[in-house]
C-alpha cells in the first residue's frame, strides 16, 4: 500500500519534503505522481514520475520549486518542496499508475495512497 507522510507546518518561503512509501512494492514498476487537494478546491495534478526515475513533470504552479525523485532500493518516491507559498497548502497524495510511464492525467493511476497534510503559514 502506498503511504504518503512528511507533512507539517512551515512557513512562507521554506522548505519541506515529503515521502511515498511502498510496503508492498505495489508501484516497483509503474509510475507514481503526487497529487494535493486544497478545502473548497478539486484535486489537482502536484508531479509525476516514471518507473525508472525518468521523465519528471510538474504543474506549472511547482514547476521550478518541486523536485521529484525516487529510490528504487527503499521503495520510495519523493518531492522535495522549496520556496513554498501559502497557496501550496494541501493534503498531498500519492498514486502508482497504471503502467511505468509518468503522467500528469489522474485517471492514469490505480493505487491511491493516503495523503499527508502541508501547511504554508504567511
Known amino acids: 500500500q502506498l503511504q504518503a507522510y512528511g507533512g507539517g507546518l512551515v512557513e512562507t518561503g521554506g522548505s519541506l519534503r515529503v515521502s511515498c512509501g511502498d510496503s508492498?512494492?505495489?508501484?516497483?514498476?509503474?509510475?507514481v505522481g503526487w497529487f494535493r487537494k486544497a478545502p473548497g478546491k478539486e484535486r489537482e495534478f502536484v508531479a509525476s514520475?516514471?518507473?525508472?526515475?525518468?521523465?519528471?513533470k510538474y504543474a506549472d504552479s511547482v514547476k521550478g520549486r518541486f523536485t521529484i525523485s525516487r529510490d528504487r532500493v527503499k521503495n520510495t518516491v519523493y518531492l522535495q518542496m522549496n520556496s513554498l507559498k501559502p497557496e501550496d497548502t494541501a493534503v498531498y497524495s500519492c498514486?502508482?499508475?497504471?503502467?511505468?510511464?509518468?503522467?500528469?492525467?489522474?485517471?492514469?493511476?490505480?493505487?491511491w495512497g493516503q495523503g499527508t497534510q502541508v501547511t504554508v503559514s504567511s
Open positions: 498514486a502508482a499508475a497504471r503502467g511505468p510511464i509518468s503522467t500528469a492525467d489522474p485517471l492514469m493511476y490505480r493505487y
Open positions: 508492498r512494492r505495489t508501484s516497483s514498476n509503474n509510475g
Open positions: 514520475i516514471s518507473w525508472n526515475g525518468g521523465d519528471p
